[in-house]
């Protein structure tokens, strides 16, 4: 199933990877709003796994965690909305992301069979570095699904190699050292990083954390795989509520438009 | 004996990738990784050079009043009336509970690793006030993170910590009380790794927290053996300690652990009761992952972290540092749980038999206490840590015994 992200990132333009919140509002309208980013342009959906305890998120992804949990949102919710979007989209990767604790609690072997019965493509878990990755990366790609690693501003040439063992799908590059939705990082450090990690790795490799607009968006997938927005479209959500789709998809299509046409159309 | 407890000992945790048994370990995100490989590179140098010990040891004796008392209890004995109740007196520290044992430690292993700003979390406000005295003390900035819960219910607390210099920040995600603030905290360091030292309150975390909070904290165990063996010429039957995270619990058991004829018992927050809304997390949870480490959570079927409660700010944390889980799961250590109304009680015992004030944190060992002794011989010693003061609490307790202050 890793497939899907390998065509995905295999498209003749960069990629736009879009973030939202399971159960965001509630989760009856997740569906609405995932088929809003793939309308929009999207090419790999991230979706969030939430969580009491979001400590690498910053404000609005946080906000979005308790609205879905606040709104009655449980893993099996998640699993659902997942199984739906695989049925309307059966081309579309779709990657879970979230924290160690809901994605182990009924054992490694349980979470990844949940995710290859649902479709789910890759997953990234915020809070399992490499060192602790011992069950749930074999029990994800025994199943064929893609544990996706971060890199992150801090992670040296001494680490890299251990990050990039049994990472598959993409490379998730935080740009910044930070929680996500906060400032972006110098184009200049983005660029030079993106070059590091692609001298060691054949993996696609994707920037996040602190993109919010098409510009920004434009001027990173000039230099990365693809493009990593969340915060952004988690904060429509927040804003426009039952009535997000509408407004994600337009963000999305913008976002689509700028990092898709980022390499043929001059800075 | 000694080599047979060599063989067997308890005190050999965690191995060299921070694991406590199954517990442990270092569940953070990959920007804290290099940084806490660091900080386990810097402690071990730390721990082999006598210059930082000896550093340590003289402040913990000129600033902090150090070695605390060891204290015979005689009314509380006698009106328990079976084993001989002893305390080991960390509530006359400087700052009024061993919170600060800690906070010496990991303020010389920040300024040994270049760190220029100080972070922390706290919950009733100690470990804040602690963190906020040792910063105040060698000059650096300092920002407490504390849930808005807290905050209101610890005002003198929050007071002192301004007084002292520091920058309170009220936490209002999630259930404003110490898990959010842990949060927060984690959050600041991640954005801040190249010149910030996060001070972690309790020996939870990522390793090499539970490690080298416990061996800061374990001043406690070390003086009181001595102290014990010195007065009596034995070893206490009983150690009792409460437990938050689970660090003055361990800073007094890890020095006994290999002593086979100690028991001990360690005494989780039952709250309003087990049945219903609690602190107890190996009473009522079972092994997760949070805060970097996997112990044993309070929480829901999905893993989703559920609100902890208990009368005492310091004690009101869904979590406990991973090597009471393992001393648990293997037997070692015994753990009960008291509530809120036993531990008003005891507070009162105290302040009726002895004098002294506790905090309601150790009021909870001292109703663990005032249930065990009067089962045991009167030739039997129980030790209990007396870990905090009560004065940041006679506000609680005033509001809960329908006093208007
Ligand atoms: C006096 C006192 N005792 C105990 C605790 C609980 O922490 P620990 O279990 O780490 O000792 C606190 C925490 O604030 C405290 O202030």
Known sequence: ?267 | MASEALANSFRTQPDERGHFGAFGGRYVAETLMPLILELEHHYRAAKADPAFTAEFEDLLEHYVGRPSPLYFAPRLTEELGGAQVWFKRDELNHTGAHKINNCIGQILLAMRMGKTRIIAETGAGQHGVATATVCARFGLPCVIYMGSKDVERQQPNVFRMRLLGAEVIPVHSGAHTLKDAMNEALRDWVANVHDTFYIIGTAAGPHPYPELVRDFQSVIGKEARAQMLARTGRLPDLLVAAIGGGSNAIGLFHPFLDDASVRMLGVEAAGHGLDKEHAASLAGGRPGILHGNKTYLLQDADGQITEAHSISAGLDYPGIGPEHSWLKEIGRVDYTSVTDTEALEAFQLLCRTEGIIPALEPSHAIAAVAKVAPTMAKDQVILANLCGRGDKDIFTVAEHLGVVL
């Open chain 1, 1 to 267: 199933m890793t497939t899907r992200l390998a065509t995905a990132f295999a498209k003749p333009h960069p990629a736009l990877v879009c973030f939202v919140t399971a159960g965001d509002p509630e989760p009856h309208h997740t569906p609405a709003i995932l088929d809003a980013l793939v309308a929009g342009g999207a090419d790999v959906i991230e979706l969030g796994m939430p969580f009491t305890d979001p400590m690498a998120d910053g404000p609005a992804i946080q906000a979005a965690n308790l609205r879905a949990l606040g709104a009655g949102t449980r893993t099996g919710d998640v699993f659902r909305i997942a199984a739906g979007f695989r049925a309307r989209h059966p081309e579309v990767p779709l990657v879970l992301m979230g924290y160690a604790n809901p994605m182990t609690t009924r054992g490694p072997e349980w979470f990844a069979a949940e995710c290859h019965a649902a479709g789910v493509d890759g997953v990234i878990c915020v809070d399992l570095p490499p060192e602790e990755d011992d069950a749930l990366g074999p029990a994800l790609r025994d199943k064929d699904i893609a544990p996706i690693r971060l890199a992150t501003p801090t992670t040296d040439a001494a680490r890299l190699p251990a990050v990039l063992e049994g990472s598959a799908g993409f490379l998730y590059y935080v740009s910044v050292a930070g929680i996500t939705g906060k400032q972006q990082a110098q184009l200049g450090s983005i660029e030079d990083a993106v070059g590091r990690l692609k001298a060691a790795t054949d993996l696609p490799v994707a920037v996040g954390f602190g993109v919010r607009t098409p510009e920004q968006a434009a001027a990173i997938a000039r230099v990365a795989d693809g493009v990593v927005v969340g915060s952004a479209l988690v904060e429509l959500v927040g804003e426009h509520g039952a009535d997000a789709a509408g407004p994600v998809r337009a963000l999305t299509a913008a976002l689509a438009q700028a990092v898709h046409s980022a390499r043929t159309v001059a800075a």
